[in-house]
């Protein structure tokens, strides 16, 4: 099974920031659109941004304007810089392709949004 590796996560203050990484092996990251999703206690695992190998990004509406998505295709690197993070953000990160594959989720990055 290949993992992808997420890291980045922590605790935070709410509206502070994160930056998030996910290393991806070569030959999945190449010419991928990647996602970064989410999952809270007791919610299922939802796409929150993704990013296409030219740059092309979208995001879910709940992050839009605080978080952005980048990738470097020369080190096979994706990250979410998260800013103004709020309550609701707080869950475990994961990174994958778009759309996802169930042999790819790593151990994710907890984020963790303190009052």
């Known amino acids: 099974q290949v993992q992808l590796v997420e890291a980045g996560g922590g605790l935070v203050q709410a509206g502070g920031s994160l930056n998030l990484s996910c290393t991806v092996p070569?030959?999945?990251?190449?010419?991928?659109?990647m996602g970064w999703y989410r999952q809270s206690p007791g919610n299922q695992r939802d796409l929150i941004a993704r990013?296409?190998?030219?740059?092309?990004?979208t995001y879910a509406d709940s992050v839009k304007g605080r978080f952005t998505v980048s990738r470097d295709n020369t080190e096979n690197t994706m990250y979410l810089q998260m800013n103004s993070l709020k309550s609701e953000d707080a869950a475990v990160y994961y990174c994958?392709?778009?759309?996802?594959?169930?042999?790819?989720w790593g151990q994710g990055t907890q984020v963790t949004v303190s009052a």
């Open positions: 070569r030959n999945i990251f190449d010419r991928n659109t």
């Open positions: 994958n392709v778009w759309p996802p594959r169930e042999a790819y």
């Open positions: 990013i296409s190998w030219s740059g092309w990004t």
